[in-house]
């Protein structure tokens, strides 16, 4: 049964980059494709963006312009970069696998909190 | 982007009630519609896909229906523990969007 892990930085300056790692466990991480997702406190879930397994990724409209996925196979894990971030990108950040058309399982989340 | 939405944002019902959550999509997904639930500090859970197929392990109670832009979620029998935030989510378009959730509250 695959399951995930989040991991990185729980405070972040504005500016800067968001690094956050999610670390595959119970399957190849070639099998599936992968996702990033995030909720602000309070707030609904929002899609950041996929990697599929052939390393192609797509990322949401809002959040293109700044956001980098990416995946390493040796290590079984996956990578959110979320460059520029300000004090709206403070959010609970979940990594997620797409067996099928669906987010499933989820990792635990991740509180990034940006500020000075 | 196909915009989802949901409603009631929140209800409040009693235990053994009979919970309905509706769902509507901009444009048509066929049946290409989950369900998740979230409980406070949690992450969510996938409850049904696919419009109306219940997850392995999911109560019985939770039950899907529709096709196209509009969709239900059914809880049959409220019960203590499903006292949550309620998602859906439509898997048609490439970019994968959530409604804004349904709270549903202890009355």
């Known amino acids: 049964q695959v399951q995930l892990q989040e991991s990185g930085p729980g405070l972040v300056k504005p500016s800067e980059t968001l690094s956050l790692t999610c670390a595959v466990s119970?399957?190849?991480?070639?099998?599936?494709?992968w996702s990033w997702i995030r909720q602000p406190a309070g707030k609904g879930l929002e899609w950041i963006g996929r990697?599929?397994?052939?390393?192609?990724?797509i990322y949401n409209p809002s959040l293109k312009s700044r956001v980098t996925i990416s995946v390493d196979t040796s290590r079984n894990q996956f990578s959110l970069n979320l460059s520029s971030v300000t004090a709206a990108d403070t959010a609970v950040y979940y990594c997620?696998?797409?067996?099928?058309?669906?987010?499933?399982?989820w990792g635990q989340g991740t509180l990034v909190i940006v500020s000075s | 982007d196909i915009q989802m939405t949901q409603s009631p944002s929140s209800l409040a019902a009693s235990v053994g009630d009979r919970v309905t959550i509706t769902c509507r999509a901009s444009?048509?997904?066929?049946?290409?519609l989950n369900w998740y639930q979230q409980k406070p500090g949690k992450a969510p859970k996938l409850l049904i896909y696919?419009?109306?197929s219940l997850q392995s392990g999911v109560p019985s109670r939770f039950s899907g229906s529709g096709s196209g832009t509009d969709f239900t979620l059914t809880i049959s029998s409220l019960q203590p523990e499903d006292f949550a935030t309620y998602y859906c989510?439509?898997?048609?378009?490439?970019?994968?969007?959530f409604g804004q959730g349904t709270k549903v509250e202890i009355k």
């Open positions: 997620a696998t797409e067996g099928g058309n669906y987010f499933d399982p």
């Open positions: 119970g399957d190849s991480i070639s099998r599936y494709y």
């Open positions: 990697i599929y397994t052939n390393g192609n990724t």
């Open positions: 444009q048509t997904i066929s049946n290409y």
């Open positions: 696919a419009a109306s």
């Open positions: 989510q439509q898997s048609y378009s490439t970019l994968w969007t």
